[in-house]
Protein backbone atom coordinates (compact mmCIF):
# COMPACT_ATOMS: atom_id res chain seq x y z
CA UNK A 1 0.00 0.00 0.00
CA UNK A 2 0.97 3.23 -0.65
CA UNK A 3 2.30 5.81 2.36
CA UNK A 4 -1.71 7.62 2.08
CA UNK A 5 -3.29 4.18 3.15
CA UNK A 6 -0.78 3.90 5.92
CA UNK A 7 -1.96 6.56 6.79
CA UNK A 8 -5.45 6.51 8.80
CA UNK A 9 -7.93 8.45 6.48
CA UNK A 10 -10.02 8.69 3.68
CA UNK A 11 -9.84 7.52 -0.01
CA UNK A 12 -12.08 9.02 -3.08
CA UNK A 13 -12.07 6.14 -5.55
CA UNK A 14 -13.67 7.22 -8.96
CA UNK A 15 -15.27 5.12 -11.88
CA UNK A 16 -14.97 7.21 -14.72
CA UNK A 17 -17.81 6.76 -17.64
CA UNK A 18 -19.11 8.56 -21.24
CA UNK A 19 -22.05 10.46 -19.14
CA UNK A 20 -21.27 10.22 -16.00
CA UNK A 21 -18.30 9.65 -12.96
CA UNK A 22 -19.57 7.52 -9.73
CA UNK A 23 -17.55 8.50 -6.65
CA UNK A 24 -16.79 6.29 -3.66
CA UNK A 25 -15.44 6.98 -0.07
CA UNK A 26 -12.91 4.46 1.55
CA UNK A 27 -11.84 4.44 5.01
CA UNK A 28 -8.54 3.16 5.44
CA UNK A 29 -9.02 1.53 8.59
CA UNK A 30 -12.08 -0.61 8.24
CA UNK A 31 -11.02 -0.88 4.76
CA UNK A 32 -14.73 -0.36 3.36
CA UNK A 33 -15.92 1.58 0.93
CA UNK A 34 -19.29 3.21 0.18
CA UNK A 35 -20.92 4.71 -3.38
CA UNK A 36 -21.63 8.65 -1.93
CA UNK A 37 -22.02 10.34 -5.70
CA UNK A 38 -22.33 10.87 -9.52
CA UNK A 39 -20.61 13.51 -11.34
CA UNK A 40 -21.67 14.64 -14.69
CA UNK A 41 -19.33 14.46 -17.60
CA UNK A 42 -20.24 17.08 -19.71
CA UNK A 43 -18.68 17.35 -23.35
CA UNK A 44 -16.24 19.97 -22.31
CA UNK A 45 -15.20 17.41 -19.35
CA UNK A 46 -15.91 16.62 -15.82
CA UNK A 47 -18.03 18.54 -13.52
CA UNK A 48 -15.18 20.19 -11.60
CA UNK A 49 -16.44 22.48 -9.32
CA UNK A 50 -18.67 19.58 -8.07
CA UNK A 51 -15.36 17.02 -7.50
CA UNK A 52 -13.77 19.69 -5.46
CA UNK A 53 -16.51 20.43 -3.58
CA UNK A 54 -16.06 16.71 -2.27
CA UNK A 55 -12.32 16.78 -1.90
CA UNK A 56 -13.26 19.60 0.40
CA UNK A 57 -15.76 17.74 1.88
CA UNK A 58 -14.01 14.21 2.67
CA UNK A 59 -10.46 15.77 3.37
CA UNK A 60 -9.05 12.54 1.52
CA UNK A 61 -5.00 10.99 1.69
CA UNK A 62 -5.22 10.16 -1.68
CA UNK A 63 -7.38 9.30 -4.94
CA UNK A 64 -8.30 6.36 -6.93
CA UNK A 65 -9.20 6.70 -10.66
CA UNK A 66 -10.72 3.45 -12.63
CA UNK A 67 -8.02 2.32 -15.32
CA UNK A 68 -10.75 0.80 -17.55
CA UNK A 69 -8.91 -1.85 -19.95
CA UNK A 70 -10.19 -4.13 -22.33
CA UNK A 71 -10.77 -7.84 -20.87
CA UNK A 72 -7.57 -8.56 -23.03
CA UNK A 73 -5.73 -5.33 -20.96
CA UNK A 74 -5.75 -3.42 -23.95
CA UNK A 75 -6.31 0.58 -24.17
CA UNK A 76 -9.47 1.87 -25.38
CA UNK A 77 -11.05 4.95 -25.83
CA UNK A 78 -12.68 5.45 -22.38
CA UNK A 79 -9.22 4.33 -21.26
CA UNK A 80 -7.49 7.73 -22.32
CA UNK A 81 -10.52 9.76 -21.24
CA UNK A 82 -10.04 7.89 -17.57
CA UNK A 83 -6.35 8.72 -17.36
CA UNK A 84 -7.06 11.99 -18.35
CA UNK A 85 -9.03 12.87 -15.91
CA UNK A 86 -6.81 11.06 -13.12
CA UNK A 87 -3.73 13.69 -14.28
CA UNK A 88 -6.29 16.33 -14.02
CA UNK A 89 -7.80 15.95 -10.99
CA UNK A 90 -3.85 15.23 -9.36
CA UNK A 91 -3.31 18.11 -10.94
CA UNK A 92 -5.88 19.92 -9.71
CA UNK A 93 -5.67 18.51 -6.02
CA UNK A 94 -1.98 18.40 -5.63
CA UNK A 95 -3.21 14.77 -3.99
CA UNK A 96 -1.33 11.56 -5.17
CA UNK A 97 -3.73 9.62 -7.60
CA UNK A 98 -3.68 5.84 -8.33
CA UNK A 99 -5.14 4.18 -11.29
CA UNK A 100 -6.61 0.36 -10.73
CA UNK A 101 -7.48 -2.01 -12.95
CA UNK A 102 -10.87 -1.98 -13.09
CA UNK A 103 -11.46 -5.01 -15.73
CA UNK A 104 -15.22 -6.60 -14.68
CA UNK A 105 -16.13 -3.94 -12.54
CA UNK A 106 -19.27 -2.81 -14.30
CA UNK A 107 -20.55 -6.84 -14.41
CA UNK A 108 -19.86 -6.72 -10.71
CA UNK A 109 -21.51 -3.23 -9.73
CA UNK A 110 -24.26 -4.42 -12.04
CA UNK A 111 -24.28 -7.67 -9.63
CA UNK A 112 -24.37 -5.46 -6.75
CA UNK A 113 -26.85 -2.99 -7.72
CA UNK A 114 -29.56 -5.71 -8.68
CA UNK A 115 -29.03 -7.42 -5.26
CA UNK A 116 -29.61 -4.43 -3.57
CA UNK A 117 -32.67 -3.59 -5.32
CA UNK A 118 -33.95 -7.37 -4.39
CA UNK A 119 -33.38 -5.90 -0.98
CA UNK A 120 -35.47 -3.07 -1.10
CA UNK A 121 -32.45 -0.67 -0.31
CA UNK A 122 -32.16 0.60 -4.39
CA UNK A 123 -35.00 1.53 -6.79
CA UNK A 124 -35.09 1.29 -10.31
CA UNK A 125 -34.92 4.92 -10.50
CA UNK A 126 -30.97 5.25 -8.77
CA UNK A 127 -29.84 3.41 -11.11
CA UNK A 128 -27.22 6.07 -11.88
CA UNK A 129 -25.96 5.07 -8.61
CA UNK A 130 -24.56 2.13 -10.21
CA UNK A 131 -21.63 4.06 -11.20
CA UNK A 132 -20.99 5.13 -7.62
CA UNK A 133 -21.05 1.08 -6.32
CA UNK A 134 -18.37 0.54 -9.42
CA UNK A 135 -16.57 3.13 -8.14
CA UNK A 136 -16.82 0.98 -4.41
CA UNK A 137 -15.65 -1.40 -6.54
CA UNK A 138 -12.41 0.23 -8.01
CA UNK A 139 -11.22 1.17 -3.75
CA UNK A 140 -12.04 -2.20 -2.64
CA UNK A 141 -9.73 -3.62 -5.44
CA UNK A 142 -7.04 -0.97 -4.16
CA UNK A 143 -7.08 -2.73 -0.68
CA UNK A 144 -7.47 -5.90 -1.83
CA UNK A 145 -3.94 -5.90 -4.04
CA UNK A 146 -5.80 -8.25 -6.34
CA UNK A 147 -4.87 -5.61 -9.40
CA UNK A 148 -2.11 -3.55 -10.16
CA UNK A 149 -2.20 0.39 -9.58
CA UNK A 150 -0.04 2.42 -11.10
CA UNK A 151 0.73 6.17 -9.30
CA UNK A 152 1.10 9.30 -10.76
CA UNK A 153 2.79 10.93 -7.86
Do not use: Y
Amino acid sequence: MSDAANTPGCLLGFDVGGRRIGVAVGNTLSTTARGIDVVAMRDDGPDWEHIDRLIRQWRPNQLLVGDPLTLNGDVQEITRIARRFAEQLGERSGLPVALVDERSSSREAERRFADRRAGGRARRKDAAQLDAVAAEIIIERWFDHDLPAFSFD
